[in-house]
């Protein structure tokens, strides 16, 4: 998808989100109706056009470590890929990569297939092209575009589960990182902020009860950033005001990685639990929306929720809003972990 293509479809989402709301509530009257239309332009006229399409990471990490590369691949959307940012080690898959790198210890060789604009309706072409390189470890990020889309909640939801699937049958271990809470973008205003909120927490439900039951793990974005985004949308949002900057992508990766560490089997100090609990998977996916930060993972017929230490949900003396090169201080990044091909 081109760079236009991608903004054209940025800006006509929100028309798509007004029109569903106006057509989801049924005693909506005409200028109810009319005020989520207006919202949907408004937001739609405040979000500029990207500059360019987002730098790619692909490469080995750490390869002064020596040994057999771990394989990551990243799947999903324009948040899977990093729009927004302007070097590839700002890119969630490089800070992942680097991240996995120095925990291990190992090479990792990451393949960023995620494609800007895509639906969950993609992931049966990016799974295609993951299963050629023989992953250890998917990390997918998707959601989004299948609400401001209106796609089908059903199928969305059936693809993703389908494409955990089919990584799982390979070999492969997978990490989803389920729909963000939509509501918090700040060019929405209520009541379709209010639609968009609730929307997306109805999706990431599902999401997480077809990725467990799919064999993966989940981990609850929602507005978990929310109170970070808002006291510093400045910093936190990149220039379009609808996707994260660098620091924005470097705080939601934090957030995700004592998951992946767990699922790569490390004994890192980042992967142990503060709090467990074992529930019935429709219970901890409804519970991990309205907690975010939580994990959900398979436990035979039940479902693990687990939450850590790790990260912070909100800025603090001891967790401060990062400045500076703060994707680079995520991860402890440096030039000579990256190689090129």
Known sequence: MSTI?????AHWRWIRVAARAAGAVAGLTALSAGLLMRQAADARRIIPMAEAPPPRGDGVYGAK????????????????AGYGVHRPRETPGALFATGVSR??????????????GSVSAGLPYQVDAACEYEPDLAIILIGGNDVTHFSARDAAVRHLGDAVRRLRAAGCRVVVGTCPDLGAIQPIKPPLRWLARRWSRQLA?????????????????GNLLGPMFEADPGRMYSSDRFHPSAEGYARAVSVMMPTVMAVLGTEDRVA????????????????????????????????????YRWFSARPTAAAPVPSGDSAAGAVGYTPEDHQVG
């Open 103 to 116: 925990r291990l210890r190992r090479p990792v060789r990451l393949h960023r297939l995620a494609v800007v």
């Open 65 to 80: 470590f020596g040994g057999q590369p771990v394989n990551l691949v990243i799947l999903g959307d324009s948040s899977a």
């Open 272 to 307: 142990i639990p503060v709090a467990e609990d074992v529930r019935a998977l429709p219970e901890a996916a409804d519970e991990a929306v309205r907690a975010p930060g939580t994990e959900v993972a398979p436990a035979g017929p039940w479902a693990r929720m687990r939450r």
């Open 205 to 221: 439900a599902a999401q997480t009860i077809a990725v467990v039951e799919a064999g993966g793990r989940t981990v609850s974005l």
């Open 5 to 9: 293509d991608a903004t054209s479809s």
